[in-house]
């Protein structure tokens, strides 16, 4: 196995994931997103300081605002954004980051990497991973 491979196999193995960026527009991809993990039958927090509920779930405004840690977290933000998602994920304790294709910040990637998270970015799109469908 590669290690993009291995790192995404890694991110998928976490009980729960965390969406930053969740939509309740569900023709973004921070829907698409939480909407597939829902889909491949596994549990998915929304995050966005903007939306109090995202396909009847409860949306939280940041990962450090979450009741309980979480280890995996989907990145569907602008790259600016990402640099705070990051930060805040490296205070919640995150262990592995997937940036969606456009949520990509160098600075952002290297301050998850030095912090020693798993991070991935610059290839695989979630959706086209675990398989997403339109319904």
Request: proline residues 6%; glycine residues 10%; charged residues 20%.
């Given at each position: 196995?590669d290690v993009e491979?291995?790192?995404?196999?890694?991110?998928?193995a976490?009980p729960?994931?965390?969406?930053?960026?969740a939509?309740?527009?569900?023709?973004?991809?921070?829907?698409?997103?939480?909407?597939?993990?829902?889909?491949?039958?596994r549990?998915?927090?929304?995050?966005?300081?903007?939306?109090?509920?995202?396909?009847?779930?409860?949306?939280y405004?940041s990962l450090?605002?979450?009741?309980?840690?979480?280890?995996?977290v989907?990145?569907i933000?602008p790259?600016?954004v990402?640099?705070?998602?990051?930060?805040?994920?490296?205070?919640?304790?995150a262990?592995?980051?997937?940036?969606?294709?456009?949520?990509e910040?160098?600075?952002?990637?290297?301050?998850?990497?030095?912090?020693?998270?798993?991070?991935i970015?610059?290839?695989?799109?979630?959706?086209?991973v675990?398989?997403?469908?339109?319904?």
């Open positions: 196995m491979g291995s790192k995404i196999n890694q991110f998928l976490a729960k994931f965390a969406v930053a960026g939509s309740s527009n569900r023709h973004k991809y921070g829907n698409k997103v939480l909407r597939c993990y829902l889909q491949n039958n549990q998915a927090v929304p995050i966005n300081p903007n939306e109090g509920e995202v396909e009847g779930l409860i949306t405004p450090l605002d979450l009741p309980e840690p979480i280890e995996a989907s990145i933000t790259p600016a990402t640099e705070k998602v990051v930060d805040d994920a490296i205070k919640a304790g262990k592995h980051l997937w940036m969606q294709p456009g949520a910040s160098k600075a952002a990637i290297k301050r998850a990497e030095e912090a020693g998270l798993n991070v970015h610059g290839g695989a799109c979630v959706l086209v675990l398989g997403y469908h339109e319904f």
